[in-house]
C-alpha cells in the first residue's frame, strides 16, 4: 500500500514522457480516413472525453479547442479566459492524452478553436483538435492508410518545445550572423567532387578519384558522375557532404555512379580521414 | 503469355519493378526544419530535387505555383498531372494529380527562413497512402514500405467551397505558428575543407596510413607512419579527438599539423581544399 503510494508519487513528480504498458509491444491506435482524406482519431483528455481529432504530421504542435479544455480541465485553476482571436487561449499542459492503446503524458497542448478545424468539422462532423508532431515524435510510429491503424513504439527522442525552439531560433539567428554550419563528413571518401552552378542534371561529377583512398578501392574513376551515396541523392556538393556526415567513419555505403551513359552501383567503405 | 508479360515489363524498368515491391521498407532521407516540419526530397519529371512537407494533413500533393512554372507543368483549373515522381530513397508514381497553388503556410515558412531549405509543397493523402510510412526521430531516415492500395480521389471542401478558396481550406491544418516574424535565416552549411590524410589508431596515437597523391597535404612534407601529436595547437590522442579538432574547419582554412617522426618533432601547414 504504502509502496504504491510512493510509486505513484514518484511517477507524477518524474517527468516520464511515456507510459506504455509493454516497451516493446507497440500500441495501437486505429484510425478513419475522413471523406476529406484526413486520418481521425478518437482521444481521451485527462481521462475524459472521447473527442474526435485530426492526426497531422505536418503540424508542429497539438491544438485542443476551449470545449476540451473546459471539459478535461486542461485550464489552470486560476485561469482566467480573455479576449482573443479564435479564442487561443495559449499553450497548456494536458496532464494524460490516450488514443488506442496508447497514453501520453505531461504534453504541450494549444488551446484554440482553429477556423480551419471549424470548417472541417462543418463538413465532417466535430473535431474538437489536432494531434501534431510533439505528440507523434517521441514514438517510432507506423502510419498505414490501408489497415486504417497507426503504432507507436517509444524512443529516446525528445520533440523540442516549438515556442521555446522559436525563441532559441531567433536568438541565435541574431548571434550567428555570416556564421555557417559546416557539414564535416564522418569518413573520408577520397574524391574531388565538382559541379557548375549551369549543370542542372543529375548527380554531381567526380572530377578527381585520388589513387589508394577509399573512393578508388571501391572503384570509383576520376570522371563518374555520382548519382546517390546511401540512398540518398547528390545532386549538389552540398548533398554529398549532407549524405558523408550523416555516415560512421567505418560505414560501408552504397552508391550509384553514371559512367559512359550506363548505371553502375558500388559500395564504399569509408576510412578515418579528411 | 502471363510470364512473358512480365517479364518484358521487368525488362523495360527493372529500377521500379524492383523498387516497387510491395511489402519491401524503403528508406526515404528526410529534414527535420527549426518549425518542425518533416521534410522529404522529390523530383518531379526529372526536375528537382524540391522540398516538401510530409504532410497527413494535406488531402493531396501540392505543388507551390513558382516551381510548377519553373519545371513546366501544364496547368488547367489548378491541377496539373505528373508523369514521373521521384521520392529521394528510390520509390516513384507515375501519372500523379497535383493541385498547383502557394499555400499561405508555404510563404509564411519560407519567410522565416530555414538554414539552407525552402519549402516547395507538400506531400499529402493521394501519395503517401500508397505506403505504410515510419517515422523515428532517432534515425537519419524514414521508412516507406508499398501497399497494394488505390488512395481514393479527394473530395470534400473543394467541391463545397468551388475551387481555390475551399481548397485553402483544406491545405495542412496547423501551421498557424509560422506567421510568428522577425526569424532570420541563418547562412546555408558549407563543406568542410580537405587535406587528404587517412589516419590510423596506433595504440595511443594517430598516425597518418596514407597521403593521398595530388591531394592538399601532399606537398607539406608530412610521411606516411608520422604520429599526429596536434592540431591547430589542439592535442590529438585517438581519431574522435582528431575529428573534433578538425570538424569544422571549411575550404581555405590553413591548418597547422604536429607531428613525431621517430625523437624528430614537426610542424606541417596545409590549406584545405575542396574533397571529401
Known sequence: ?274 | MRTSLCIALLALAPDWAVAQEVGKPHPVPYRLTDTQHVLVRMKVNGKGPYNFVVDTGCPVLIIATPIAEKIGLKTANGWATIDDLQIEGGLSQKKVKARIETPFQIEGMNKMGLPGVELHGLLGYTVIAKYKMEFDFTRDRMQWTPLAFEPAAPQGLAMKGGGGAGMDMMVGLVKMLTFIAGLKPAPPPVPRGFMGLEFEQKEKQVAIKTILAGSPAAEAGLESGDRVTSIDGKAVGDLAELQRATRSLPIGAEVKIEVRRGEEKIEAKVKLGQGA
Do not use: C
Request: charge should be positive; aromatic fraction near 6%; charged fraction near 20%.
Open chain 1, 1 to 274: 500500500m504504502r509502496v504504491g503510494f510512493i510509486l505513484a508519487a514518484a511517477l507524477t513528480f518524474v517527468a516520464l514522457p511515456v507510459v506504455a504498458d509493454d516497451p516493446v509491444k507497440p500500441a495501437k491506435v486505429a484510425f478513419q480516413t475522413l471523406p476529406t482524406q484526413h486520418m481521425m482519431v478518437q482521444i481521451t483528455v485527462n481521462g475524459k472525453g472521447p473527442y474526435r481529432v485530426i492526426f497531422d504530421t505536418g503540424a508542429p504542435v497539438t491544438l485542443l479547442s476551449n470545449k476540451v479544455a473546459r471539459e478535461a480541465g486542461v485550464f489552470p485553476k486560476n485561469y482566467k479566459p480573455g479576449f482573443a482571436l479564435f479564442g487561443s487561449a495559449g499553450q497548456f499542459k494536458v496532464k494524460q492524452l490516450e488514443m488506442g492503446d496508447l497514453k501520453v503524458e505531461n504534453i504541450d497542448a494549444m488551446v484554440m478553436d482553429h477556423p480551419t478545424v471549424g470548417a472541417l468539422a462543418a463538413a465532417v462532423g466535430p473535431i474538437e483538435g489536432i494531434v501534431g508532431f510533439n505528440v507523434f515524435a517521441k514514438f517510432r510510429s507506423t502510419l498505414d492508410y490501408q489497415a486504417k491503424e497507426m503504432t507507436f513504439i517509444p524512443t529516446s527522442f525528445v520533440p523540442a518545445n516549438m515556442m521555446e525552439k522559436m525563441m532559441e531560433s531567433m536568438l541565435s539567428s541574431k548571434n550567428a550572423k555570416g556564421k555557417a554550419k559546416v557539414l564535416a563528413p564522418g569518413g573520408l571518401l577520397g574524391v574531388r567532387p565538382m559541379k557548375d552552378s549551369a549543370d542542372m542534371e543529375s548527380g554531381i561529377t567526380l572530377e578527381h578519384v585520388y589513387a589508394d583512398s577509399p573512393a578508388a578501392k571501391a572503384g570509383l574513376k576520376s570522371g563518374d558522375r555520382l548519382l546517390t551515396l546511401d540512398h540518398r541523392w547528390t545532386d549538389s556538393v552540398s548533398d554529398l557532404f549532407i549524405a558523408l556526415s550523416k555516415a560512421d567513419v567505418t560505414a560501408t555505403l552504397p552508391l550509384e555512379v553514371l559512367r559512359d551513359g550506363k548505371s553502375v552501383k558500388l559500395e564504399v567503405k569509408l576510412a578515418a580521414g579528411q
